[in-house]
């Protein structure tokens, strides 16, 4: 094939390749792009991959808009260069690297090794994959200036990733990640990345590491008799082959659980993610096969978390003993209801107690903690900024804990990013809990919404591709900002929450005030019956996502199905009148 039908510009990036200081196999990789495929060298060439507020993220291949050695060595070039602009009398600055199961993983871990080690760096590797929180919790207790973890998350298998996390063991925020951005971008050639390893900066770590980080999650327990107790609840758990393959199991092991069974063919570690569409703990059809194994071996849960292990799904055992699949927001309302009742009864709440939601997750969270006199903070999305307030108010207040409903939850204050290991633990624990007395999981919901109010959430996900999309995406965005509707299914609109201006508008008394939190393109509607709507578009997708909550009263346990089903019509009949199909 020709190279007729490859723009020009493309072209002139892909022959920059061909003669640059690339080594052979990604020259004829490129090669191959050129004479077969103009598609794929587009795809490859029409931009640079970016590094984001969170890191890198792309498909793997050769090409600058794409993983591999050369834009990863790039990237962890730019973090060097500001590493060393912001601890200048720090000899060694030292950083921390994990990385997951995903294709590539120490491949991608030793290219940013070589980078760091060569600019006089001290890396501490670990041997092998380990779970995103892990390395948030080695970042503090080695004292490092920073850390990454080469992950793409759920992504699909051609994707791995990089995030960059700072000091305090969380991931780059403002004005870090716009200053790491920055350095990046100066790096305008390989020639400008130092790729001369340098093995005496370079210190393998592991063991040592995991035995301290089991040690901190099994001190959190709060319920260690009643699972001495309950030691023999059957939990089924999958990491999906990921890196939950190890630690999970262990940390159940040191609360005291000793009948955990596992899914053979998912701890398998995998990149290719062999036995599931999508290693998304989201995803129903994720949790398949634990399920299956829970109903051989009449186990009553099912945790899954996801490659990097920082998030996790639940299946539990309803009324009729049939397994249902537990969203973010009920999983995290479980967890903040038993941190809370449990610091209640052992007389630990002083009044400088507080937990952490994001803005879109379900208000039930708020009423919990404003019950039991516990303070608690609304967030951004993204587990970034929880780990802000928690290095803002550390040594002032004492954060219990904190979640999303993207299925992130985070209990104590060592890990800074939303971790799998600890969920799970204490998941485990509520069940023992729920278990001492005659209940499931499943069964607490009830009682909770019985004190709380019945929350149900929803999320609509509007996909819109291409140039068009955008412009249409960014054109729904101005119409509900200028023109918000007076009425969302018969229920008046009362407060508008535009967190672009950084203020709230309060429709009945015609007031306004600010709100404290970085601005960010995300309106919120809440209406007189309770019901809380949120929109933003994706910063990774071509999408705008709708969060929807709805609440009744749920006046007796009997009529806890019922209200369900209204709840549910309810939904549907907003997301109708909003002109969407539910």
């Known amino acids: 094939m020709g190279n007729t039908s490859i723009d020009p510009k493309i072209l002139e990036r892909a022959k920059v390749w061909l003669e640059g200081n690339y080594d052979e196999e990604t020259k004829k990789e490129v090669q191959?792009?050129?004479d077969t495929d103009p598609d794929g060298l587009t795809d490859a060439f029409y931009k640079d991959l970016e590094f984001g507020t969170g890191g890198l993220r792309g498909v793997m291949g050769a090409g600058i808009n794409r993983m591999n050695k050369y834009t990863v060595g790039m990237a962890t070039q730019g973090f060097v260069n500001y590493l060393k602009k912001m601890f200048p009398g720090k000899d060694p600055v030292k950083v921390a690297i994990a990385y997951d199961s995903r294709n590539n993983n120490t491949f991608f871990a030793n290219t940013a090794a070589d980078v760091f080690s060569a600019n006089g760096i001290k890396v501490y590797l670990f041997d092998d994959l380990r779970p995103t929180p892990e390395l948030s919790f080695a970042i503090r207790y080695l004292k490092?200036?920073?850390?990454?973890?080469?992950t793409a998350s759920h992504n699909p298998p051609e994707y791995n990733g990089y995030k960059a996390y700072w000091e305090d063991g969380g991931q780059l925020i403002s004005p870090h990640d716009k200053n790491v951005i920055a350095e990046v971008n100066k790096i305008k050639s390989i020639d400008n990345v130092n790729f001369n390893r340098n093995e005496d900066?370079?210190?393998i770590i592991g063991n040592k590491i995991d035995k301290e980080y089991i040690a901190r999650i099994k001190e959190l327990s709060l319920s260690p008799e009643i699972i001495k107790k309950q030691q023999d609840l059957k939990i089924v758990y999958t990491p999906i082959h990921g890196t939950g393959v190890k630690l999970v199991p262990e940390a159940l092991k040191a609360f005291g659980f000793k009948n955990v069974y596992n899914v053979p063919e998912q701890d398998i570690v995998d990149g290719n993610f062999p036995t599931v569409k999508?290693?998304?703990?989201?995803?129903?059809a994720a949790?398949?096969?634990?399920?299956?194994k829970a109903k051989e071996v009449n186990a009553s849960l099912v945790m899954a978390s996801d490659p990097d292990g920082d998030r996790v799904g639940l299946a539990v055992r309803n009324d009729k003993n049939e397994f249902v699949l537990l969203n973010g927001n009920q999983t995290a309302t479980i967890l903040i209801y038993y941190l809370l009742k449990k610091w209640k009864e052992n007389g630990k709440i002083t009044?400088?107690?507080y937990i952490i939601k994001t803005i879109v997750t379900s208000e039930i969270l708020k009423d919990i903690a404003v019950k039991n006199g516990v303070e608690y903070f609304d967030t951004l999305t993204g587990f970034k900024y929880l780990a802000e307030i928690l290095r803002l108010l550390e040594g002032k207040k004492t954060f219990i804990g904190g979640g999303e409903e993207s299925y992130g939850y985070l209990v104590g204050d060592f890990v800074r990013d939303k971790d799998a290991v600890i969920s799970c633990a204490f998941i485990a624990e509520i069940a023992a809990w729920a278990a001492e007395q005659g209940k499931t999981l499943y069964e607490l919901l009830p009682e909770i919404y019985l004190e709380f109010g019945f929350y149900k959430e929803r999320l609509l996900s509007v996909v819109r591709k291409g140039k068009k999309g955008e412009e249409?995406?960014?054109?729904m965005m101005e119409k509900y900002r200028k023109n918000p509707p007076k009425t969302i299914n018969n229920s008046e609109l009362v407060i508008i929450k535009d967190y672009l201006l950084s203020k709230e508008f309060d429709l009945i008394t015609h007031s306004e005030k600010p709100i404290d939190l970085a601005k960010s393109n995300v309106l919120q509607f809440f209406l007189k019956d309770?019901?809380?709507i949120s929109v933003r578009p994706s910063g990774t997708e071509p999408k705008i996502k709708f969060y929807f909550s709805v609440k009744e009263n749920l006046p007796d346990k009997s009529k806890f199905e019922e209200t369900d089903t209204l709840l549910e019509k309810k939904l549907d009949d907003i997301i109708q009148d909003l002109g969407f199909s539910s």
């Open 32 to 34: 191959e792009l050129i």
């Open 144 to 150: 490092c200036q920073a850390g990454i973890v080469i």
């Open 201 to 203: 900066l370079i210190e």
């Open 278 to 284: 999508s290693p998304n703990p989201e995803e129903p």
């Open 287 to 292: 949790l398949n096969m634990a399920i299956e």
């Open 351 to 353: 009044g400088k107690e």
């Open 472 to 475: 249409e995406i960014k054109s």
């Open 530 to 532: 309770g019901t809380k």
